[in-house]
């Protein structure tokens, strides 16, 4: 897995995670509550992006509907590079055939989501060990989610997804290759990990690594800890989505 897997501590109970990694928990009833880096457009990135018609924010957390939890996964791994998915549930339960078949990770029982969508083709898969936290009749299960990964030789991006408008939900991915079948259409110096997309006009711009596509989120500068850019970064993969303009109209957003 190319890059470091986030270190993600549980302490007294309470989930730690490093800055800028999104965590979402799953009470055993209720909403979820999710809490993302602060950026400027995080509305309507859950808006339009992650299609929930009207996400909440109450303090640094975001309150959502758990039909949401899927496609909010997918997306923020493809935005974030991984994703914190911290989840309760009770002692009694048991692991079923209907956590075998699940497609995500909204899922109850004792494997500690080991076995969350073993007999499906989902978007993203776990990464690292389980934790797990006693809380007497409940037990809170964390796991660090990213994406999947294509074992076979990377090949250079050519318009597969083309035209195609972002989606995070199964269903409008279908057919989609994995980003990890290709190079990063950046730097092209490591296999991509994530699809990035145009955030003004929606549509699929390129695979790219980790790395890459944190360097061009709007509003982080090397002075706040990220990487200078490399002689070899391009930003050409913009005009992938068909209407970027470095004149007649307003650039694409990262």
């Known amino acids: 897995m190319q890059g470091d897997v986030p270190e993600v501590r549980i302490v007294n109970g309470r989930l730690v995670t490093p800055p800028g990694v999104p965590m979402v928990w799953l009470p055993q009833d209720g909403q979820v509550i999710a809490k993302i880096p602060a950026r400027k457009g995080n509305r309507r990135w859950l808006h339009q992006t992650v299609r929930i018609r009207s996400p909440r924010l109450d303090g640094d957390r975001w309150t959502l509907p758990r039909s949401c939890l899927v496609r909010l996964v997918t997306a923020a791994i493809d935005q974030y590079g991984y994703i914190v998915v911290c989840r309760d549930m009770s002692t009694l339960s048991r692991c079923t055939r209907s956590c075998l078949e699940a497609t995500g990770v909204d899922c109850d029982c004792s494997c500690l989501g080991a076995h969350h969508g073993a007999d499906s083709s989902s978007w993203f898969e776990r990464v690292g060990d389980a934790m797990v936290a006693d809380l007497g009749e409940a037990k809170r299960t964390t796991i660090v989610y990213s994406a999947k990964t294509d074992d076979s ?21 279908r057919g989609w290759p994995a980003a990890s079948r290709f190079m990063c259409a950046s730097c092209m110096s490591v296999r991509a990990r994530v699809w990035d997309h145009c955030h003004t006009h929606g549509f699929v711009r390129a695979p790219l690594c980790n790395t890459c596509n944190t360097r061009h989120w709007g509003g982080w500068q090397p002075q706040h800890g990220r990487a200078v850019p490399s002689s070899n970064l391009d930003t050409s993969y913009y005009r992938w989505c068909p209407l970027f303009s470095d004149e007649r109209e307003a650039p694409c957003s990262a």
């Open 153 to 173: 030789e990377p090949v250079i991006y050519s318009g597969e997804l083309s035209r195609r408008h972002y989606r995070p939900d199964p269903a409008g991915r």
